[in-house]
């Protein structure tokens, strides 16, 4: 079960973000008399197995910046640990409706315009670069520290938004984004011991096997089909923010 989770979620992550609504759940269903941290921290070992392949792909593949994303990338890591140590203080059940109104938003916002991120907008200015630093690098990055579920597709949002890019260059790039991030996380949950690495290596190689499928499907099928894909997490995530907030 948490082999084809975890294959699944690499497929969602490469083409859109979001695995992490499927896998992390599958471990803390799977591994239900261990601490939720050892879930967290395998998690987070999995995906960045996953996320790192998908990355190279896309790298060798698609128009993508990689000194751009590499830089958003440190300063999300950087921004996720103040949001993670923050987390502790803050009441998860205020932010979630928040959080459930903006994806509701850009769900809207993305059936209402067809042509979003269906291709590239022009050139950007310094300005957006900033502003892209500030909301996904600062704002995004403390998000995934603070809650964490649809990073992913949040970076995907603001880069189409901010940077006028298309939604595969957009994924491409999220997945660089997100393996500096990974890569922090992981380096906390392996300090504290919390990472379960025999099975973490095998379900990573399920998970890197979905994230190279998703990514060559991405590649291949163009932005329409992440676009799609792209609602359906929305709403999975909206009902798992949902579901933790009124039924758990």
Do not use: E
């Amino acid at each position: 079960m948490l082999c084809v989770a975890s294959a699944l979620a690499g497929w969602i992550d490469a083409v859109v973000g979001g695995g992490g609504l499927l896998q992390l759940p599958a471990l803390l269903i799977g591994l239900p008399h261990l601490p939720p941290a050892y879930a967290l921290g395998t998690n987070k070992a999995v995906s960045v197995v996953g996320t790192s392949a998908a990355a190279v792909t896309y790298v060798r593949k698609a128009p993508v910046d990689v000194r751009l994303a590499s830089r958003l990338g440190v300063v999300a890591a950087l921004s996720s640990v103040g949001g993670a140590f923050l987390a502790a203080g803050v009441n998860s059940a205020v932010l979630r409706p928040l959080i459930m109104v903006l994806l509701l938003g850009v769900a809207a916002f993305v059936v209402l315009r067809p042509q979003f991120g269906q291709t590239p907008g022009g050139a950007t200015t310094r300005a957006r670069v900033l502003a892209v630093f500030g909301v996904a690098g600062v704002g995004i990055g403390f998000y995934d520290g603070l809650l964490g579920p649809g990073t992913g597709t949040f970076l995907v949002i603001a880069l189409v938004a901010l940077l006028n890019m298309d939604m595969v260059t957009a994924s491409a790039t999220t997945k660089v984004v997100n393996v500096c991030t990974n890569i922090g996380a992981l380096a906390m949950f392996t300090w504290q011991g919390t990472v379960l690495w025999k099975l973490a290596a095998l379900m990573a190689l399920f998970n890197m096997t979905g994230g190279l499928v998703g990514a060559h499907m991405a590649l291949k099928r163009g932005s329409g089909f992440v676009r799609v894909v792209l609602l359906v997490t929305v709403v999975g995530l909206v009902g798992k923010l949902a579901y933790d907030q009124w039924w758990s």
